[in-house]
């Protein structure tokens, strides 16, 4: 498991209306995609004294989080991530979950049988309290390239919500919008190179990188 470059952005509407219009004709869409777009939904966890949101907002270098994800609703496929970020490049590990085995999270209950994240997490939890925190929203756009093993990302409508008990409900109406109205997130991830057609297509020169985190930003607004 490899570190990966992550560049972000903040983009309009229009924006990305012109980036999916020039990206459509040479990549495909992610496995996930059955239309415009797909809903990804994330309950991430923190510990006492929210560690990872501050290492977050103070830019700390070395730093991961543990979050539990699934997919357009899909209850029968869920899991359990570790995102690491070092010097600006990121990586992820992975288990699945069972639905009974996020709801024992949702309570306070934490299981080490299915493998070394649990385990993990249950350390964490023990040690300092890790434990869910708020629920992340958004509807993605993505598309992928093999060579470089390229993925851009239009990440939009992000919402939260800090009930996390709600976190396997059907009803999306709980989450709240959290960022300007037209305002959007757009994530360009590689591995050891871009190619130059991608680069000229999506014209990152003329874009304002930024260093932001989804977690953090739905902690701060909904705080």
Do not use: W
Request: hydrophobic share 35%; net charge negative; with cysteine.
């Amino acid at each position: 498991m490899e570190y990966r470059h992550e560049l972000k952005f903040m983009v309009s509407d229009l924006t990305i209306e012109k980036l999916r219009y020039r990206l459509a004709p040479f990549m495909e869409n992610d496995e996930h995609q059955q239309g415009d777009f797909y809903t990804i939904r994330s309950l991430y966890f923190d510990d006492y004294f929210d560690s990872c949101l501050g290492e977050n907002l103070a830019g700390t270098d070395d730093r991961f989080k543990y979050r539990i994800r699934f997919y357009r609703g899909n209850l029968d496929y869920i899991n359990l991530e570790k995102k690491y970020k070092k010097r600006g490049m990121t990586k992820k590990e992975s288990e699945s979950l069972d639905i009974n085995q996020v709801k024992s999270y949702l309570a306070g209950g934490y299981d080490e049988t299915n493998g070394r994240l649990t385990t993990e997490l249950l350390a964490a939890n023990l040690k300092s309290g890790m434990q869910p925190k708020c629920i992340v929203e958004y509807d993605r756009c993505a598309f992928v390239e093999p060579a470089g093993n390229v993925r851009i990302t239009f990440d939009m409508n992000l919402r939260g919500s800090t009930e996390v008990e709600r976190f396997l409900d059907n009803d999306v109406e709980f989450a709240l919008p959290v960022m300007n109205p037209g305002m959007h997130i757009l994530e360009v991830k590689y591995d050891e190179f871009l190619p130059r057609h991608i680069l000229q297509l999506v014209d990152i020169n003329n874009l304002q990188r930024q260093s932001f985190s989804k977690y953090a930003i739905v902690r701060e607004v909904l705080s």
